[in-house]
T-cell receptor, first 113, second 112 residues
Framework: NAGVTQTPKFRVLKTGQSMTLLCAQD?????MYWYRQDPGMGLRLIHY???????AKGEVPDGYNVSRLKKQNFLLGLESAAPSQTSVYFC????????????FGEGSRLTVL | SQKIEQNSEALNIQEGKTATLTCNYT??????LQWYRQDPGRGPVFLLL?????KEKRKERLKVTFDTTLKQSLFHITASQPADSATYLC???????????FGTGTQLKVEL
């Protein structure tokens, strides 16, 4: 079982460029999440999805868009990257809406110059 | 906002001792708290869940407590080993959708 897979693992962008991070899970989980992790800030929720075709904003959604066209995939898009979006991005999935544990991917390190 | 606070200073202990990590929360008590382990360059890995109506949970060498009076959870690792060295994250449940609010984590170093 691969669990939660994120691609790419590393990416360098110039300010204003766009890109998409892909998250795939093979556990048939309903719930999926995108977090960013910055030094001294902890993990912060960007967007999340409670099922195929649904998305919702988290704590820090500005500058990001997401889509959940298929249950197993959750895409995070940056339309016009900014240096403030330099971070490590983690995707996670969960099987339960009631305190279910989160399964995380290995992270995608994004640098915006 | 509902915050989670963890000691940002690293905790250094000797092998064989018990490590105790602290997680404090603000405002109302969360329905549950979760603890995760994160190794450098890796994603967090779930360790333990404790609900508001539970005072203590154990799993092998791990123990977590939930004190709603002190608004605090303690995470203990007994008989610590160098392999336990990692950053430990505390998280509280935040509303529906199983959303979690994470603390910044505490780095634990277990020395020989």
């Amino acid at each position: 079982n691969a669990g939660v897979t994120q691609t790419p693992k590393f990416r360098v962008l110039k300010t204003g460029q766009s890109m998409t991070l892909l998250c795939a899970q093979d556990m048939n989980h309903e719930y999926m999440y995108w977090y960013r992790q910055d030094p001294g800030m902890g993990l912060r929720l960007i967007h999340y999805s409670v099922g195929e075709g649904t998305t919702a904003k988290g704590e820090v959604p500005d500058g990001y868009n997401v889509s959940r066209l298929k249950k197993q995939n959750f895409l995070l898009g940056l339309e016009s990257a900014a240096p403030s979006q330099t971070s490590v991005y983690f995707c996670a999935s969960s099987y339960s809406n009631n305190a279910g544990e989160l399964f995380f991917g290995e992270g995608s390190r994004l640098t915006v110059l | 906002s509902q915050k989670i606070e963890q000691n940002s200073e690293a905790l250094n202990i000797q092998e064989g001792k018990t490590a105790t990590l602290t997680c404090n929360y603000t405002n109302y008590s969360p329905a549950y708290l979760q603890w995760y382990r994160q190794d450098p360059g890796r994603g967090p890995v779930f360790l333990l869940l404790i609900r508001e109506n539970e005072k203590e949970k154990r799993k092998e060498r791990l123990k977590v407590t939930f004190d709603t009076t002190l608004k605090q959870s303690l995470f203990h690792i007994t008989a610590s080993q160098p392999a336990d060295s990692a950053t430990y994250l505390c998280a509280r449940g935040t509303g529906g959708g199983n959303k979690l609010t994470f603390g910044t984590g505490t780095q634990l170093k277990v020395e020989l």
